[in-house]
């Protein structure tokens, strides 16, 4: 089956195999992210009273014991989070998308087919220099944070399908662009993609390598 599918964590983790509590509405989630937005972001953003829409992943729910929100509104700074992951009191800033798409992609999966899963995303910024970022958010760690692959894909939005639970694929448009994966690095986990070997020269101009952080 085919899906389209940190900084810190602010408060502790559940387990995620039987989530609990109840799925909270969007109108509740955009109080508590007007909450976060006055307590953690700069009094300049524009969605300190958000318009959101849920788009939790399908198992998301059962697999995260969370929901995914997004803005409805245009963002119009750099400063401004485009999507949420919620999860109780947890309330993890996503993605931005001033001058972009934001959040394209999210899924769970078992990427380093540990039997620990992950939350997959991809979002996209930026008019001038367009560009795709791929993360992850892995909530096993005793601090759950989020980490970003250590490149973007300029020009095209990263978009994924997960191929079963242990296997996440990359595509810009229709062209395949290989296999989300782990790598370790001094920071941690992060996630990167095993390029197909047919990828064209064109797309291969599009990857633009990060400095580590």
């Not at 900084?7 to 195999?17: A, S």
Request: glycine share 8%; hydrophobic share 35%.
């Amino acid at each position: 089956m085919s899906i389209v599918c940190l900084f810190l964590v602010l408060t502790v983790q559940q387990k995620h195999d039987s989530p609990s509590g109840m799925r909270i509405t969007v109108s509740e989630a955009e109080r508590r992210i007007a909450v976060w937005v006055g307590k953690y972001k700069t009094p300049f953003a524009r969605h300190s009273h958000p318009k959101l829409k849920d788009v939790t992943p399908e198992d998301g729910w059962h697999r995260a014991g969370g929901q995914v929100f997004k803005q409805t509104e245009y963002t119009e700074s750099i400063d401004e989070t485009d999507a949420y992951f919620i999860r109780g009191r947890e309330i993890v800033p996503l993605s931005i998308g001033f001058g972009g798409n934001g959040l394209i992609s999210v899924c769970v999966a078992d990427l380093n087919l540990d039997g620990k899963r992950q939350l997959v995303f991809t979002y996209s910024w930026g008019s001038g220099l367009h560009r795709s970022h791929l993360g992850i958010v892995d909530f096993e760690q005793p601090k759950p944070r989020k980490n970003e692959a250590e490149f973007v894909f300029r020009t095209y939005d990263i978009r994924l399908r997960k191929q079963g639970d242990q296997s996440v694929d990359a595509f810009a448009g229709n062209t395949a662009l290989g296999k989300v994966v782990l790598i370790n690095t001094p920071r941690g986990e992060i996630p990167t993609i095993k390029w197909d070997p047919r990828l064209p020269k064109a797309m291969k101009k599009c990857v633009w390598r990060m400095p580590s952080k």
